[in-house]
Structures are given as C-alpha cells and as structure tokens.
T-cell receptor, first 112, second 114 residues
Framework: AQSVSQHNHHVILSEAASLELGCNYS??????LFWYVQYPGQHLQLLLK??????LVKGIKGFEAEFIKSKFSFNLRKPSVQWSDTAEYFC??????????FGQGTTLQVKP | DGGITQSPKYLFRKEGQNVTLSCEQN?????MYWYRQDPGQGLRLIYY???????QKGDIAEGYSVSREKKESFPLTVTSAQKNPTAFYLC?????????????FGSGTRLTVV
C-alpha cells in the first residue's frame, strides 16, 4: 500500500538553528511529492513540490527539499529558522491516481 | 478572491444525529476532496470526487456520505454510524486528477460530538 511517513513528530529549535524534517514514501511508479505547512489557526498552504527534474526543490520562505530516489526520501530543510516558522508540517505524495497521501505531520516549535 | 469556503467553522452535534459540513469552491476545479485531521495521524482521505456526479471512497469512508451535484459544491454528511466523529475536517480541491497538481485547502470545520 502507498504510504508516506514522517520521522519526527515534535521538533523544538531555537531561532537561527538549522532545520531538517524527514519524510519517506513507499510506493512506486510516478512519484509526486509535496510539503505543506499549517500555521496556527490558518489553512494548509503549499510550501513546495517535486514531480520531475532537479531533485533539489526550492519553495517559499526559504524552505527547500531534496528528492533522493535511492532512499525514498524527500526531506525538508531550512538553514536558519525563525519564530514565525512555528507550525505543523505535512509531507504528502501522490501517484498516478492524483490522490494525496499525507504523513502524520511534524509540529515545529521555534523558541525566540 | 478565489478559494474554498467551509462552513461552519465550529459544529456541535449530539450523538445519534447526522450533520452536514459544507464545502464550496470558486476556483473552477474539477476535483474535490474531504480529509479528516486527528492529532498524530496526519490527514486521512474520506471521500473524493474527480468530476461532477461521481465520487469515490477514500481510506476511511465508513460512517460518511457525500454528493457532488454541482462542480463548486461537495458537502460531507457525518452520519450516526461514524463511531468517532469528533475531529477537524478539511476540504480541498485541485484543477484535475493529474498527480502533479497540488491542492487548495479550506480553513476547516471542527466537529465536536456532545
């Protein structure tokens, strides 16, 4: 069965620390991967997506993610987090059906 | 502005009652989706519709029903058969069923069974 898993459920960082959130997927065929963010009290927003081409994808607000096919991974990174990055982050993937399958989510808390 | 409107934002229901959550989009998107969000479980797909008058069960469809009579509307009914209905419900849409489309999400409805 297709699945997406996120390793870290709750991450606490100080401002200016570097961030890496893990995401692994387990399905074959066409792979389309996404990272969404949900700020407190707001709706889910797309951070970035990968569907082909350069495996290093840059998104909004300084986030990037790297697709590593051999590791079935799509980890999210940011060199220096800010307090405003406090949010819940979801990795998601879709195959040929177009349906998005989400990971469990990672809550990021950035301390000022 | 184009977007997805979910209403109401908060909903309380007595046990044994059916309740319908509204989802309307003005993005002219063909596909619409309902997800349920629970802490630590991410988002799980309840139902989806890729075209008007057609819909498919997702991973956790038991106890829910939907309709798609109009392109812009995809209401979700939580029936009394749903054993654990208290949750945050998110509606989403995408231009089509092609896998590289991302979704646009509504702001959600928080349902509480009292």
């Amino acid at each position: 069965a297709q699945s997406v898993s996120q390793h870290n459920h709750h991450v606490i960082l100080s401002e200016a620390a570097s961030l890496e959130l893990g995401c692994n997927y387990s399905y074959g065929g066409t792979v389309n991967l996404f990272w969404y963010v949900q700020y407190p009290g707001q709706h889910l927003q797309l951070l970035l997506k990968y569907f082909s081409g350069d495996p290093l994808v840059k998104g909004i607000k300084g986030f990037e993610a790297e697709f590593i096919k051999s590791k079935f991974s799509f980890n999210l990174r940011k060199p220096s987090v800010q307090w405003s990055d406090t949010a819940e982050y979801f990795c998601a993937g879709s195959s040929n059906t177009g349906k998005l399958i989400f990971g469990q989510g990672t809550t990021l808390q950035v301390k000022p | 502005d184009g977007g997805i409107t979910q209403s109401p934002k908060y909903l309380f229901r007595k046990e044994g009652q059916n309740v319908t959550l509204s989802c309307e989009q003005n993005l002219n998107h063909d596909a619409m989706y309902w997800y349920r969000q629970d802490p630590g479980q991410g988002l799980r797909l309840i139902y989806y519709s890729q075209i008007v008058n057609d819909f498919q069960k997702g991973d956790i469809a038991e106890g829910y029903s939907v309709s798609r009579e109009k392109k812009e509307s995809f209401p979700l009914t939580v029936t009394s058969a749903q054993k654990n209905p208290t949750a945050f419900y998110l509606c989403a849409s995408s231009p089509g069923a092609q896998p590289n489309y991302g979704y646009t999400f509504g702001s959600g409805t928080r349902l509480t069974v009292v």
